[in-house]
């Protein structure tokens, strides 16, 4: 199976902050990694797709980069609904696999 | 508009059988595939199986192979997930996802359901 690792597993950011969060694939995956947002007690939401690729009616803030192994996402400049859990997921081959997530909490 | 409700919350004993189910409305179910996901209590998503519903074909993640069984019913434009022999280990919050013909992501998740195996 591919191993995805997120890092860091859980970051404090202040609302305005530029905020990144890594993934990296145990394996080539080309660009084939998806973006999920999930806030407690709720379903995960789609983000992006291909590594880059953002979802209709994502806000632009959002952003996704990265190739082969190592993948980033970025939040330009955190807003109170970012608050969240974020997941990384590879689709290059089954089983496809998901980060173990991000937390992004108020400082 | 696209939806995906699921069946609801579950309490059950180690040992007896469930099915959730997954309705799919507002687009278009034959060419779409019907992921299901697991997230144990504070954990992180495991994707476990998926199933096109226009002809049932079924493709499993190993850990979960022989574990649960994964059905449709075109008709309904409905996927199930069950088990025949629960046990504590399986307690969880379980997401149905679509996932497109040629696209790998899972762009529409259903709300999930709560499944609880206590004795």
């Known amino acids: 199976d591919i191993q995805m690792t997120q890092s860091p597993s859980t970051l404090s950011a202040s609302v305005g902050d530029r905020v990144t969060i890594t993934c990296r694939a145990s394996?080539?995956?080309?660009?084939?990694l998806a973006w999920y947002q999930q806030k407690p007690g709720k379903a995960p939401k789609f983000l992006i797709q291909?590594?880059?690729n953002l979802e209709n009616g994502v806000p632009s803030r959002f952003s996704g980069s990265g190739s082969g192994t190592e993948f980033t996402l970025t939040i330009s400049s955190l807003q109170p609904e970012d608050f969240a859990t974020y997941y990384c997921?590879?689709?290059?081959?089954?089983?496809?696999?998901f980060g173990q997530g991000t937390k992004v909490e108020i400082k | 508009e696209v939806q995906l409700v699921q069946s609801g919350a579950e309490a059950k004993k180690p040992g007896e059988s469930l099915k959730i189910s997954c309705k799919a409305s507002g687009y278009s179910s034959t060419i779409y595939w019907i992921a299901w996901v697991r997230q144990m209590p504070g954990k992180g998503l495991e994707w476990m199986g998926i199933?096109?519903?226009?002809?049932?074909?079924?493709r499993y993640a190993p850990a979960f192979q022989g574990r649960v069984t994964i059905s449709a019913d075109k008709s309904i434009t409905t996927a199930y997930l069950q088990w025949s022999s629960l046990e504590a280990s399986d307690t969880a919050t379980y997401y149905c996802a679509r996932r497109g013909a040629n696209n790998f992501y899972f762009d529409y998740w259903g709300q999930g359901t709560k499944v609880t195996v206590s004795s």
């Open positions: 291909k590594a880059s």
């Open positions: 997921q590879q689709y290059e081959r089954y089983p496809w696999t």
């Open positions: 394996q080539n995956i080309n660009n084939w």
């Open positions: 199933i096109y519903p226009a002809d049932s074909e079924t």
